[in-house]
Nanobody, 123 residues
Framework: VQLQASGGGLVQAGGSLRLSCAAS????????MGWFRQVPGKEREFVAG????????YYGDSVKGRFTTSRDNAKKTVDLQMNSLKPEDTAVYYC?????????????????WGQGTQVTVSS
């Protein structure tokens, strides 16, 4: 399985960006999908997770109420809508997949990762 993240860029504080992650392979619909972010020198941080059917996604505390994740199993994509962006949201954002369908908030619970896309929020 390969994941390809896109949609990053430079945005002013208060603005919005939408990230997308496209997956190859037939079994996308059974994977739990997650979003993480990382800044240099820090551990990878959980951002959002969404189950197989797309119901009841959950979020990291720092993005709750501002970010929304969704998925389209027919298109094999998972998106991250980011609103009210803050400079502290600046990071490389990664999508990840867990083939067990369970997922979680810890990076080692995921089996495969996209290459990352840079998001920079200016103040």
């Amino acid at each position: 399985v390969q994941l390809q993240a896109s949609g990053g860029g430079l945005v002013q504080a208060g603005g919005s960006l939408r990230l997308s992650c496209a997956a190859s392979g037939r079994a996308f619909s059974i994977y739990f999908m997650g979003w993480f972010r990382q800044v240099p020198g820090k551990e990878r941080e959980f951002v959002a997770g969404i189950g197989r059917s797309g119901g009841t996604p959950y979020y990291g505390d720092s993005v709750k109420g501002r970010f929304t994740t969704s998925r389209d199993n027919a298109k094999k994509t998972v998106d991250l809508q980011m609103n009210s962006l803050k400079p502290e949201d600046t990071a490389v954002y990664y999508c990840a997949g867990d083939r067990t369908g369970i997922g979680g908030r810890v990076p080692n619970e995921y089996d495969f990762w996209g290459q990352g896309t840079q998001v920079t929020v200016s103040s």
